[in-house]
């Protein structure tokens, strides 16, 4: 290159790279390529929104350039937030997290490419980086110090490869409450930095204080935030009125009231739930984010709804504090936000005030009967209140669909069958209980049929209390189908999806009783619906789609579907055994044999004939085929 070719500029360089890159490519090569090309693509984009430009992207490295220290310490920020929250749905194993190194240096431009020792110091940076962290040069911390309120570490002078002088290396800490540093200090220039950084939060913390004051107590809807993009949403938004209700953070200081605000945010998603008219996340979903610091604008697009609903309960004694705001992220203000005080036995009441104002807000009419709350019909005195956390807890543990999760839940629900008999939760969450001991085959032959007619008697129990009841209806599914009746299965999943039209697990269950009835082609759209409204949470609705589409002969979507089931739950059994007989279906025997070995090191005592015993496919010709392929793929 001439010097009339040579172009030298001062640039603010960003380089990021995944920690553990080759261990991840080792242990599954297409999905580690796949998530890759996910967070680079996020990357790119968060570049271009702080006013950089990607330079090169080559195998698990970004590198970007910016003409401020600002846009790009406020960009790495981002990235590394919006990572960590996409993280946080994965297994431990399958986490990718980037470094990030960022410096202010002497560059050469030729055509799109920039070099020289500004480049350098930035990838050696991003070695010097925790997973998931920043590190910053001395000559970008000057820079930004004083203008972005982080906590930054000094952590020494670093001899770095290729550079002749000491590098003076800067963490900057996204998480105040991130372990300190345990490099050595600067000496004297540090307590004037630190003095400033301090001086610098506390005028924050009041600045936002007094913003969040007049924001809730004087003028609610003026509250300005970052527009979510249509172009950006992962799922198209429905043509209604579409909301994800954040869970509501606990402010009680006690742990043990999670329970109590978790069931706040519970009853408002059901109440929302049973109107047609609007498009409500399930919780599944929206629960993931639970303790995580985020925008409305990363949930609109990351679930594919126009509003967010936020908010706080703050129990203490027998007074409750409900706030909550309805943000339209497409527009970037509130709707509206409003602070709620009651007494604890007014709780029931107060949940249908907040749903009602929230369905005001969307501008949507009540259906006929839609302020009368489940809730408060089955929950009253201070029993009911009782029973009421009760269900609340129980439910919590039958979610974590573990057999200890199941034994803790079964115990609480006996507890509130005995309570509160005429309580209809308690028989359902007993019934669900036994269900699940079905399922994984715990119960011997005896045994098995009495189980049946117990989740029959609870269910029905329950429908008699409240004939409405779509989990009700959802369980009556499947007893029909192990007893063969298809046509009455069918009928129940009817029922319970009309009875909860944004219910997830209304269209899961329904599309069992399809599946089932080798209806196959017709299951595969009520199993979609479910994945819409869930589109986080359900690895089991991931696995029931791969069985619908193997079924169909769409093996390499069928594909697709299981390993996105494995990807939430690599311990899903059932997303094992689809995938290893769909690539024995394919004539990918090495694939379908590895599969199978899975299954053997989550259940080692697995045998094909009692997993067959719980298929009761209305043609055994599919039933045939399956378990054929498993015994190919060296199950038996």
Known sequence: MTPDQMKRKLAAILSADVKGYSRLMGEDEEWTLRTLNSYKGLIRNLVGEHRGRVVAS????????????????????????????????LPETRKMTFRIGINLGDVIEEADSIYGDGVNIAARLEGLAEPGGISLSES?????????????????????????????????????????????????????????VVLAGIALVLITAAAILYLFAFHPSASKKEVASREKMAFPLPDKPSIAVLPFTNLSGDPKQEFFSDGITEDIITALSKNPEIFVIARNSTFSYKGKAVEAKQVSEELGVRYVLEGSVQKSGSQVRITAQLIDALKGHNLWAERYERDLKDLFALQDEVTLKILMGLQVKLTE??????????????????CYLKVIESSYYQRIFSIEGNNKSRQIAEEIVSMCPGNPFGYLLLGWAYRFDLMRGSSMAHQHQESFKKVMELAQKALTIDES??????????????????????????RAVALDPNGANAYEHYAHSLLYANRFKEAIPA?????????????????????????????????????????????NLFAHLGLSSTYIEMGREKEGRAEAAEVLKI??????????????????????????????????
């Open 58 to 89: 080559p195998g698990d490295n970004v590198l970007a350039e910016f003409a401020s220290v600002v846009d790009a310490v406020e960009c790495a920020v981002e990235i590394q937030q919006v990572l960590k929250a996409k993280n946080a749905i």
């Open 369 to 386: 009967g839609g302020q009368a709350s489940t809730a408060e019909k089955h929950f009253r005195g201070k029993e009911g209140l009782e």
């Open 140 to 196: 970008a911390f000057r820079q930004i110090e004083n203008k972005i309120p982080l906590h930054y570490d000094y952590q020494g002078e670093h001899q770095v490869k290729n550079i002749a002088r000491p590098v003076r290396v800067y963490r900057a800490r996204i998480d105040p409450e991130a372990a300190p540093s345990t490099m050595p200090e600067e000496k004297k220039p540090s307590r004037k930095r630190i003095s400033r």
């Open 469 to 494: 009841l779509s989990s009700a209806h959802s369980l009556l599914i499947h007893i029909y189908i192990y007893k063969r009746e298809f046509d009455k299965a069918i009928a129940e999943g009817e």
């Open 527 to 571: 199993i979609q619906k479910a994945i819409r409204l869930n589109p986080i949470g359900s690895t089991s609705a991931y696995s029931t789609l791969g069985d619908a589409y193997a079924n169909t002969g769409r093996l390499k979507e069928a594909v697709s579907a299981f390993k996105q089931a494995l990807l939430m739950s690599p311990d």
């Open 603 to 636: 259940s080692p005592k697995f045998s094909l004939d009692n997993h067959e015993m719980g298929l009761p496919f209305k043609d055994q010709s599919t039933l045939d085929k399956y378990i054929g392929n498993l015994r190919k793929a060296g199950l038996k």
